[in-house]
């Protein structure tokens, strides 16, 4: 189960954190939920994130880092406060980044951490999917969703338990998708069941 609160940078794609890092909201959140939540996400340079971190694995919540721009720097920190995942890799980011110094490449290249990517063909195209998964690993990936109560229903309006929200044409925030779905695109860029059930189902389980 995802966190309902990640603490996200505002720079990151979004338009104001959801909110700033905060052990004790954490706890009420857990608390609430009867410790059925198991992923935390968290942008790795906001100010509080590594007690926050250290806070939320020492709970056994997994720590991922997700709609960041964290560095190189900024992962190593948080590794050393117990985080371990990047939260949909390759998404909840600007459209323009440094060339080099952006948290992509930072995220790739750190196989300490397992990095989850959207196969669903919008959130990532197919190619680029092939190619992050290609520099990553298998070993150190998964495949997530951002599927929600919401997830197959067409472009239009929907609504949420405690909000409404929209799902437009063909863009990344109308693209929620199922782990079916999910494994379809993949099979169009993955050779091989062993490979495709790994991404899919093994280390998902193991998690």
């Not at 694995?57 to 960041?68: K, P, Y």
């Not at 560095?71 to 190593?76: F, N, P, R, V």
């Not at 990517?117 to 197919?126: E, R, T, V």
């Amino acid at each position: 189960m995802r966190s309902t609160c990640p603490a996200s940078s505002p720079a990151a794609g979004r338009s104001s954190a959801e909110s700033p890092p905060d052990p004790a909201l954490c706890d009420r959140l857990q608390d609430w939920a009867a410790g059925k939540i198991r992923l935390l996400t968290l942008a790795a340079e906001l100010e509080g994130a590594e007690r926050l971190a250290a806070h939320a694995a020492a709970r056994g919540v997994v720590v991922s880092i997700g709609h960041t721009l964290a560095s190189a720097q900024d992962l190593e920190r948080l590794h050393a406060c117990g985080a371990a995942a990047l939260t949909h890799l390759g998404n909840g980011l600007p459209h323009l980044l440094p060339k080099f110094a952006n948290p992509l490449w930072a995220g790739l290249a750190d196989e300490r951490y397992t990095a989850m990517f959207i196969a669903d063909g919008h959130h990532i195209p197919g190619g680029v999917l092939k190619a992050m998964l290609r520099a990553k690993g298998l070993e150190h990936s998964a495949i997530g969703s951002d599927a929600s109560p919401l997830a197959g229903m067409p472009p239009g309006r929907g609504e949420r338990k405690v909000k409404r929200t929209r799902t437009p044409p063909p863009t990344a925030g109308g693209a929620e998708t199922t782990p079916p779905r999910a494994f379809s695109s993949l099979r169009m860029w993955i050779t091989g069941w062993p490979a495709t059930n790994r991404l899919l189902i093994i280390l998902p389980l193991a998690a």
